[in-house]
């Protein structure tokens, strides 16, 4: 013999006061409802997640944030970062130095490594010089020209490439030496 079938009461929404009877333990500056104040649960549940999300943005971007900075040039030239390195370039004369730093800005050896400098001057002229490693712990490429210049430094690790774009900014370039001749109608 079979039960007859019944079917449950409508479901209807229903508010329920709830206090807030434990501390809430919550990011400075956010003020929180006393102790005495009653919220609907849906609300109390929606405030302690809010609470909660709040928190974890907090802690994820002081992360991100302190990964993210970039450590400062010790040899007084421009950084760029590489990906797993950084590479710092300073114009010296007619030579760029490129130096291979960790992600920490310790300088690293280059001894055995090669790398090729793709430039182009600020009067459109290009040069590829080979990097060579220098004794002084950097890869040196020449500038055969006196302008600026936009520079990839390519430096070839065992483990693959790490490449950087640099722009020197102004350079001095030099006047040229106006030559006078006797006759041109006065005497130095």
Known sequence: MM????????V???KTD???????????GLVLPSSSAKLPMNMRIHTKFRIALA????????????QDQMPKAPHGGI?????THYIEMVAAGDEARFYLLDTLGNTLPVDGLT??????FNNRTTANPEMV???KGYLRAALNSPYGFTV????????????????SGPREVPQPVEQHSPTDGHQH
């Open 3 to 10: 039960k007859p079938r019944t079917t449950p009461p409508p």
């Open 12 to 14: 209807t929404a229903t």
């Open 55 to 66: 928190g974890t943005a907090l802690t994820f971007s002081a992360l991100v944030s302190a």
């Open 18 to 28: 709830i206090s807030i009877d434990e501390p809430a333990h919550c990011p400075a």
């Open 79 to 83: 950084l760029g970062d590489a990906g």
């Open 152 to 167: 990839v430094a390519s430096i070839k690790l065992p483990s693959g490439f790490v490449s950087v774009q640099f722009t």
């Open 115 to 120: 790398g090729t400098a793709y430039i182009q």
């Open 133 to 135: 490693p220098d004794k």
